[in-house]
């Protein structure tokens, strides 16, 4: 049987094109369901309130830099979305004084600025080195933060960037948030031409997938503009560097945050639902996370809403 057509971008696959089965169990699942699909490798985590939850991000850098050693590197590949948890992060180490000069930092991704061929400036408004750099490490005390060697953002020649996941850095968590259209970084679904015409890409294929220049799903880009510019789908690239899959398999844990801002009641519950029961399909790119070893999926629970319809 042929698979449906994208519903947001027919020259597309994404979430839309999956088994309508599938879609309304998702739909019909509650907050007290997300909770019960925690399984070994998987755990569904739920905040109540927005201070809990962000600190228990930020947390999560502080712990991975705390173990981090000269002769045993440690680091956290951490998003731009969210980002509140990034002036936490400064404030707990400047306030407990930590050391934290031996431990190493990689973002997940930045913008792709096609008229250059090269990554956007920081001096861009969306940069996302620009924002971990002004949230966070410009934050943190001369003396106690790491040196620009240990920070890893990835440019549009991808070389150096990847080669500092050989080299002996431990990443202890890759964090990430959720898009509108399912993925972690900007591990998109891919475009639906060529031999991925009738089927998307199976998942060793996609497992494939490095560091590596990509063209945005509509979806993301118009979830971008509402984020981060005001709606203004005009001034977001379409196109963006991001971390792949190989590297999300060389961090020890992937831990993704769910505040409600980024992707909607049904997303949020697609993915666990997917990820719990073994559900790998490539349209939605998150799923593949269904054979990482260590998964966490963490909730704010005000956050979730509910898939019921309400009109507005």
Known sequence: MSRRTSAIAPSWWDYTTLDAELIDAVARLSAKDLQKLSRPGFQVCFYDTLEDFYLAEALEYVEAWRRSTADNPVGICGPIGPTEQLPLVARIVNALQLDVRAGHFWG?????????????????????????????????????????????????????????????????VMQGGQGDVKHWAFNDPLPRKGKHLNTPPSKEEYRRLATRVVNLHPLTIAQNARTSGGGNISMVPTQAITVGPVETWLADKVSIWHAGNHDNPFGQRLTAYMISKGIVDTAVPMSLLADHPNVQFNYFRSGIGSCSVEMH
């Open 108 to 172: 997940m991704d930045e913008w792709f600025d096609a008229a250059t061929g090269l990554e956007v400036p920081v001096t861009h408004p969306l940069s996302f080195e620009r924002c971990d750099r002004e949230f966070c490490f410009n934050r943190i005390d001369r003396r106690l933060r790491m040196s620009d060697a240990h920070l890893h953002f990835p440019k549009a020649d991808t070389a150096a960037f990847r080669a500092t996941w050989g080299s002996g850095v431990r990443c202890a």
